[in-house]
């Protein structure tokens, strides 16, 4: 993940009624703009910082906001701006660590918005056009393509299967609706990336989270504000993968890992099974699975092997929970 610089989306980027069949300003009204206030004492608060702006998409029949989860994780106030100007506050619903994504409750009334169904990502193929819509009607919103639905591993523990991947890149991404052609929200912005694909050419664009991914969790996430499936084992690491070595780049404080593991730390081996890709060792890692399991590491640290044996938590034990369940 990286910062795109401070730009604009060209005015020949933003997309026009004629070149969508279905109404694009009705759909764009959907997207509503997210401002959150997390407590200094937030697990997160130094990580993702106590103040966070983006954006959110009403959808469905009961007006819930589907956002990215980092914009909501521990906040414990919301305000939701719609279409016209006019501010309610919200709360947390849930929260899914593993999607990645965030339900808020309005608790006012929004005007002027009619939710977007939900659609999917798997209809889509690449060179296919989406707008890419950030709050603030059609001056912030894109006309995108896909570049790849893959799979996507994030140095924060994160695995997603069928991630999408689209150009170019909308600067202000966060919690941003991707929109299919039949005026369906398919996907909800995640990252910004410079080199969108690995191995390839050197183009930026955006990650999203494809809500093909909520429908099988929603009636969980509704009811309790988070999935009854047992929790993965957390270890508390960033860890970035540098070619064919995977480095740690840092590590939470107070997290398992941080008694034993350090900065700059490569990881060679779990359990003794060697790794070098960061979508294999999560998978390795997450099948010890639950939350609680004692984790053997092999890492290299200043040209020698230590090994060292971490004791995994389920991470929802260290963020402040939903106030709605």
């Not at 279905?22 to 407590?39: E, F, N, Q």
């Not at 999917?120 to 690449?126: C, D, N, R, Y």
């Not at 056009?129 to 995108?144: M, T």
């Amino acid at each position: 993940m990286s910062t795109p610089p401070e730009l604009s989306i060209a005015p020949e980027l933003n997309p026009s009624p004629g070149q969508v069949d279905y109404d694009l300003d009705t759909a764009l009204g959907a997207v509503v703009s997210i401002r959150t206030h997390v407590p200094d004492d937030a697990f997160t608060a130094n990580i993702l910082g106590t103040d966070r702006t983006g954006h959110g998409v009403v959808f469905g029949n009961r007006g819930l906001v589907l956002t990215i989860g980092y914009l909501v994780a521990e906040a414990e106030q919301i305000w939701v701006l719609d279409r016209a100007g006019n501010a309610v506050t919200g709360d947390v619903l849930a929260y899914d660590y593993e999607t990645g994504f965030g339900l808020i409750q309005p608790l006012g009334r929004l005007s002027s918005v009619t939710p977007l169904e939900l659609g999917s990502v798997a209809p889509l193929k690449v060179g296919d056009e989406v707008v890419f819509a950030g709050y603030g009607g059609r001056r912030q919103a894109l006309r995108a393509q896909v570049a790849a639905i893959s799979e996507f591993a994030g140095y924060w523990e994160y695995l997603i299967d069928q991630a999408l991947f689209t150009y170019p890149p909308h600067p202000y991404w966060g919690g941003a609706a991707v929109i299919d052609p039949q005026g369906r929200l398919c996907a909800i912005g995640s990252l910004y990336l410079d080199h969108l694909l690995p191995g390839g050419a050197a183009t930026a664009g955006n990650m999203s989270v494809p809500v093909d991914l909520l429908t099988p969790i929603m009636d969980e996430l509704l009811t309790y504000g988070r999935t009854l499936k047992p929790a993965r084992p957390w270890l508390g690491m960033f860890v970035s993968q540098i070619h064919d070595a995977l480095v740690v780049a840092g590590v939470y404080e107070n997290a398992p890992a941080s008694p034993v593991v350090k900065t700059g730390d490569i990881v060679r081996a779990i359990a003794g099974v060697p790794v070098n890709e960061l979508p294999t060792f999560f998978r390795q890692l997450w099948a010890y699975s639950p939350a609680g399991v004692e984790i053997p590491l092999t890492l290299e640290r200043d040209g020698r092997l230590v090994e060292v044996r971490i004791d995994s938590l389920d991470r929802r034990d260290f963020w402040k929970k939903p106030k709605l369940h």
